[in-house]
Structures are given as C-alpha cells and as structure tokens.
C-alpha cells in the first residue's frame, strides 16, 4: 500500500511518502526543493552519477515510520544538501526546513 500525506513542520507543509513493502517501508518526506528518505536512498548514486541534477537530500537508518524518519538525525547527505546548510547528524526535521 502507498500512502501519501501533509504533514506540518513549523507551520510549513510537507508531504510525507510511505510505501509498505514485504518486511520493510519505504519512507521519504519531500518539499518543492528536497526530501529526507529510510536507508533505501543511495546518496554515493545521487553525488557520483546524478550531481549534474543537484538533488538536495538526505538519508537516515534505522527509522520505521515518518515520525521517526523527521526526528532521527540525517546519517548522509548529497552535496548539494550541504550547499544550502544541512549536515550529517541533523535532525530530518531540521534539514526539511533548510529545503524550503
């Protein structure tokens, strides 16, 4: 099943992805700029082969659901995620704000 939600960070919207999968999730939560995603995110694919697109995300571990997935700190980032100020151990919530 997928489901696609609003959610609201500081009074700002962002739309929260789960896609239920035999025995995991895939979980990611994007703005208009960016998104954070679970551990399924490839962020050495995203700065090697596909930096010409200047994706700005982030990837955390470990997480299960979309709260965990805004509260737990970001475990790599792309480039260009750290060009608009976002860095590794910041909390997903946090970076989402940087992509707005």
Do not use: W
Request: glycine fraction near 8%; proline fraction near 4%; charge should be neutral.
């Amino acid at each position: 099943m997928i489901e696609m939600t609003p959610i609201t960070i500081e009074g700002h919207t962002f739309t929260a992805i789960t896609v239920r999968l035999p025995k995991t999730n895939f979980l990611a939560v994007t703005s208009d700029k960016g998104y954070i995603m679970c551990g399924a995110l490839d962020v050495g694919l995203l700065n090697a082969k596909l930096k010409d697109r200047k994706i700005i995300a982030g990837r955390a571990v470990g997480v299960r659901t979309i709260e965990q997935l805004i509260e737990a700190p970001l475990e790599s980032i792309t480039y260009e995620a750290e060009n608009v100020g976002i860095t590794v151990g910041m909390p997903g919530k946090e970076a989402l704000l940087k992509m707005l």
